[in-house]
């Protein structure tokens, strides 16, 4: 989540503590916000002003003064910080709270945390799932599994991108069963987790996003399946017909019609160029070589990075055509 009031590394202590007192609610926010940069022996003065901070009566300033106690990692500020994600009746504030309190790091908040992920508001919720897994990611996993049948869609999303960041392959038989849900952004979120695990499961939700408009969730899906594909290869898996055969040729198909496509965007066509090298077909290395040529630095650089993610192939993988 992106900061709505910057913080500025700039202000002194004693101007930041001075604004804090101001009239004007976006000034006192970036105060709260400059304090999150104290160091040496700014540092208590501005945790005392931040902690009177969490009591202003606007939420920006709330906000911006927990995500500086969880910059400066007060854990003095745990209980204060529980109370906010519980109580306070502004959303962001409440985010802020959460998100502070996965920076703190301090075990002390796990109850308030996996009551949040529970039973808080589904802006909570979200929140809750990553801080959770911060905190200590084994004992996350059983919680993050469950969530993934929460009935907010960014809490199912939440859980499974932690779920994928915690890498428990115990957790691949939940986020295939999420493949299936309705909405094509948790369907994506749950297709790179497994894909995170190296279950390839979830080739055909990463053929589905490649195939999209979208260049962010395009590249990411081909950059998530290619290690993947690198993994089968090198267990060996994938050359004989069965459960593989349809995932492998799914991601085939996606990966051709990238490559095929005339006024696609050549890091997509890097990317699903170093999947069909991966896949043993021989366009995927002719379109690389190609690609190769580009003037674009980009182009060249991740052409440098997927033939990193290649390097040390054994023998090909056999796909359907």
Not at 18 to 34: E, H, N
Not at 208 to 227: K, Y
Not at 237 to 263: H, M, N, Q, W
Request: proline share 4%; with cysteine.
């Amino acid at each position: 989540m992106s900061d709505l009031h910057p913080r500025s590394r700039v202000l002194t202590l004693e101007a930041a503590l001075r604004d804090l007192g101001s009239a004007d609610p976006q000034v006192r926010a970036f105060a709260a916000g400059a304090l999150g940069s104290a160091e040496g022996e700014d540092s208590e003065p501005a945790r005392a002003a931040l902690h009177k901070a969490l009591r202003d009566d606007r939420g920006e300033v709330r906000y911006a003064a927990a995500l500086s106690l969880g910059e400066l990692g007060d854990r003095d500020a745990v209980a204060a910080l529980c109370d906010q994600l519980e109580a306070d009746g502004d959303r962001m504030a409440r985010q802020a709270a959460v998100l502070a309190l996965a920076m703190i790091g301090d075990g002390a908040a796990w109850g308030r945390l996996e009551l949040a992920l529970e039973k808080g508001p589904a802006d909570v919720r979200y929140q809750a799932a990553g801080a959770l897994a911060e905190l200590d990611p084994a004992r996350a996993r059983p919680l993050l599994e469950r969530a993934l049948g929460d009935s907010d869609a960014e809490v199912r999303e939440a859980a499974a991108t932690a779920l994928g960041q915690v890498g428990d392959p115990a957790s691949a038989d939940a986020l295939a069963a999420v493949l299936g849900d309705k909405r094509r952004e948790t369907r994506a979120e749950a297709a790179i987790a497994l894909a995170q695990l190296g279950d390839r499961r979830s080739l055909p939700g990463l053929a589905e996003l490649a195939g999209g408009r979208d260049l962010d969730v395009g590249l990411s899906a081909l950059m998530a399946a290619l290690p993947v594909l690198r993994g089968a290869r090198q267990r060996g898996e994938g050359t004989e017909a069965g459960a593989s055969a349809p995932e492998l040729a799914a991601i085939k198909a996606a990966c051709v019609r990238v490559v095929d496509r005339f006024f696609g965007h050549p890091l997509l066509k890097v990317w699903a160029a170093a999947n069909l090298a991966a896949l043993g077909d021989p366009r995927g290395e002719h379109v690389l070589a190609r690609l190769g040529k580009s003037r674009r630095a980009d182009v060249r650089g991740s052409i440098e990075e997927a033939r990193a993610e290649l390097a040390g192939r054994a023998r090909p993988i056999e796909a359907a055509e």
